[in-house]
């Protein structure tokens, strides 16, 4: 079911939010716990940063392909691979958050002139299927919130370990 103006302004205000929940956990962490894993399957909080800055890359042309393609396609990734292929540990978590920052800055400011009539276009995702500009929206205003939580998981886990 498509998204009323109010749902819509609701995604679109935890959008512009999740930037600085996602800083504000990463400020909490101490230097020596960023980069420690909770589990070997598991990410640090470094890479779940680093992680971030490529999804919200590949989230902003997402959005730009559902609202002006004829039948988008969106391709989806493993990011799993993506955190060893890219080597997220050399990369730079500061940067990743200032790309993180500018990103969706820029994407909620294009999203905010959209009139209401460019909302509820339809493209397909080729792991999920039919997929939308508001299932995109649902995605990514929550995406970020997700991740601060897994970043504060894993502080939680390291004040644990040394307990």
């Known amino acids: 079911m498509p998204f009323d103006a109010a749902a819509r302004n609701a995604f679109l205000r935890r959008y512009v939010e999740g930037p600085s929940l996602l800083s504000g956990a990463w400020k909490e962490m101490p230097r020596e ?46 990011e799993n691979v993506w955190v060893g292929r890219f080597d997220y540990r050399a990369s730079d978590p500061d940067l990743a958050l200032r790309l993180v920052e500018t990103v969706r800055a820029h994407t909620a400011a294009m999203l905010s ?3 209401d009539q460019a909302w509820g276009r339809m493209g397909r ?3 999920s299927g039919p ?27 390291w004040k644990n370990r040394q307990a």
């Open 33 to 78: 716990t960023r980069t420690w894993r909770p589990a070997e399957d598991m990410w640090s909080a470094h890479e779940v940063v680093v992680h971030c800055a490529d999804a919200e890359t590949y989230a902003a042309i997402r959005i730009r392909l559902l609202l002006a393609e004829p039948e988008p396609l969106i391709v989806g990734y493993d």
């Open 113 to 115: 002139r959209l009139p």
């Open 125 to 127: 995702h080729t792991h």
């Open 131 to 157: 997929y939308g500009t508001d299932d995109w929206l649902r995605i990514y205003a929550e995406h970020l919130e997700v991740h601060a939580a897994q970043i504060r998981r894993n502080l939680a886990a």
